[in-house]
């Protein structure tokens, strides 16, 4: 069992891991960019924009999902918000097939984003498990949180979308599917992992996974139309 008390004494680290996971995101993002000839000055405003549209969308998402009631991280908003910063950078610049460059490698990058975020929910208690009692189950404690004992879906996150991550980056060169493959895994993977949260209980499917099922079904799509363009050009 791990015990984990959310009465922090000076700063709970939900922020900082959030902050952290945009920087690391960002930087990682601009590298690749600038990788595949996107001009400096492009990638370096991208990398003002896309964070704070992120927040932006991740908040809004929250707040309307919830009828106005709350404001909280909606990983979903924050995807979006990312997608329309490289959108509105790729607008503003002529160079050719900028649009294109900065999806993929913002889709690249995506789970590596999610991934460290996930520590902060851990740390902070929210977005937490299923009750549960077997291995490696997570113990809460704290005025903060109501004493629980819950399924570690935050670690299972941050391991499997880091994995995703690594093997979109070293497989992105040797298959063309590679992107659209870690944009159908990571939407799969939420889906899934959406089951063993404690938000889930009483329900038969969330609204972030119907969300997640029309990513999934926009990937397979995408990925069968290129399919069929490639088989043309044979």
């Known amino acids: 069992m791990i015990e984990i008390n959310t009465d922090y004494k000076f700063i709970s680290p939900y922020p900082v891991m959030i902050i952290l996971s945009l920087t690391v995101g960002i930087i990682v993002m601009y590298i690749l960019n600038r990788k595949d000839q996107i001009q400096k000055n492009v990638s370096g405003y991208l990398c003002m924009l896309a964070p704070m549209m992120s927040l932006f969308f991740g908040l809004l998402l929250t707040y309307i999902t919830s009828g106005g009631q709350y404001f909280g991280l909606s990983s ?17 610049n002529p160079q050719k097939d900028t649009v294109r460059i900065m999806m993929k490698n913002c889709t690249l990058v995506l789970p590596l984003i999610y991934s460290i975020s996930k520590i902060g929910c851990l740390l902070g208690g929210c977005c937490r498990g ?14 903060k ?13 941050t391991l499997v979308f880091l994995i995703i991550f ?62 069929q363009k490639l088989k043309k050009q044979a």
């Open 76 to 92: 979903l908003g924050g995807l979006a918000g990312m997608y329309l910063a490289c959108l509105i950078m790729a607008l503003i």
């Open 145 to 157: 949180t109501d004493s629980a004992v819950v399924f570690p879906v935050q670690p299972a996150e």
């Open 166 to 227: 690594i093997l979109g980056i070293f497989l992105q060169k040797k298959h063309q599917h590679t992107v659209w493959m870690v944009f159908i895994f990571s939407a799969l993977a939420k889906f899934l992992l959406d089951f063993l949260r404690e938000s889930h209980t009483n329900q038969i499917i969330s609204f972030t996974q119907i969300l997640c099922l029309l990513l999934l079904l926009t990937g397979f799509l995408i990925l069968y139309l290129n399919h």
């Open 130 to 143: 299923t009750a549960y009692h077997g291995p490696f189950c997570i113990h809460y404690a704290g005025s």
